[in-house]
């Protein structure tokens, strides 16, 4: 084992490819700083003032009527004209910074939206507001706010909420960029077959020693993340323990560090399942664009169909996009499936032990040869 590891990491230091993913990682992130501040991402205020034009478009889907106490509009015309003042002091609050009102005003709205599903003809507007399930996030994370009368708002220019922003989306990507890395684990070394002759090692132990090595480059990428990150440190840290609203059971607050945590402890599990899918895959199709190619069919399927995931709740695949899970994003499916991460880890943790014993059982026998 030890020699495999030796002849792979003196490959795999000077590997292109290895030094193309590290610069990638390292461009993605800085990417998204210069995103945030050229689109304005987190602008509270230009947010809100989004949400105004949206809650007029919501009431241009009825006649003008009485939205008083008295009047003779629909329950539902007045809620939504209420949600509408409340989006109105949102905007005032945040103009001149009165952070508990804004809070105040978040937690009216949220509260107004949790009354308006039950009330008549909210199928007319539902696909301009939050799901139910999304507005139930919204309304525990602004209620804890008010009531814990907290006058801050988080900003993306800060390093702990810049990382926050970034791995609530890492999850949209992680597997198709792990896939790209692992598409040729195996294929590569072939080209250099006169070295690995010299140290003759079972196949299983060398593709062992392969997983190895790209996990020290996935937890070389997950580490250069925060480095890349690190001239944000001059704007401020942020708050550690701001919090973050996400589905684990049932709606929940954590901290911003535990999310971010719970996000790696995703990547690096997600980041084993390739590879190992690509070993298989590289063994059986012998071939790079194949196995990117099948890996490409399996994450996208459930994302172009998402009927699928109301069918086999419990596909890996599933599970790839961890932050939707996070977010709680099966439960507002047609047909509603209640998965967590949990589940997740569970049955990739379950897949990853499979694959270790296909591996170990039909890939053990014999000795690498030339290709």
Avoid at 85 to 99: G, K, M, P, R, W
Avoid at 194 to 209: A, E
Avoid at 316 to 335: S, T
Wanted: aromatic share 16%; proline share 3%; with cysteine.
């Amino acid at each position: 084992m030890l020699q495999a590891l030796k002849v792979g990491l003196l490959i795999e230091r000077s590997n292109r490819k290895n030094i193309v993913a590290l610069l990638a990682v390292f461009v993605i992130v800085f990417g998204c700083m210069f995103f945030i501040k050229a689109q304005s991402v987190g602008d509270q205020l230009n947010e809100k003032r989004g949400d105004y034009y949206s809650s007029r478009a919501v009431l241009s889907k009825f006649q003008v009527q009485d939205a008083s106490r008295d009047g003779d509009g629909s329950e539902l015309f007045k809620n939504l004209t209420q949600q509408k003042s409340a989006v109105a002091l949102q905007i005032a609050s945040l103009t001149v910074e009165n952070y508990p009102m804004y809070y105040e005003a978040s937690y009216r709205i949220a509260e107004l939206r949790q009354q308006a599903f039950d009330m008549e003809e909210y199928e007319k507007v539902e696909d301009l507001l939050p799901s139910k399930f999304q507005n139930s996030l919204n309304y525990l994370y602004f209620k804890t706010m008010y009531e814990s009368g907290k006058n801050t708002i988080s900003d993306l220019s800060h390093y702990i909420p810049f990382l926050l922003y970034f791995f609530s989306l890492v999850g949209v990507g992680w597997y198709i960029f792990m896939s790209f890395y692992t598409s040729s684990i195996l294929l590569d070394d072939f080209e250099h077959s006169s070295i690995i002759k010299g140290y003759p090692v079972r196949f299983d132990q060398y593709m062992i020693s392969k997983c190895i090595i790209a996990f020290l480059y996935v937890v070389a990428f997950i580490v250069l993340i925060f480095i890349s990150a690190s001239p944000l440190l001059f704007n401020g840290l942020g708050d550690s323990s701001e919090k973050v609203a996400v589905y684990l059971g049932e709606p929940a607050l954590i901290s911003s560090v535990y999310y971010i945590v719970l996000c790696i402890v995703y990547m690096i599990v997600i980041s084993i399942f390739v590879m190992l899918l690509s070993i298989i895959l590289n063994v059986l199709l012998k071939n790079m664009y194949l196995t990117l190619f099948v890996h490409f069919i399996l994450f996208f399927l459930p994302i172009i169909f998402p009927s699928i995931i109301s069918m086999f709740p419990y596909n890996p695949f599933h599970f790839m996009n961890f932050n939707e899970i996070l977010n709680g994003m099966p439960l507002d499916l047609v047909r509603p499936v209640d998965v967590t991460m949990n589940i997740g880890l569970l049955i990739m943790s379950i897949c990853i032990l499979i694959m270790l014993f296909v591996i170990k059982t039909f890939f053990s026998t014999g000795r690498i040869k030339r290709a």
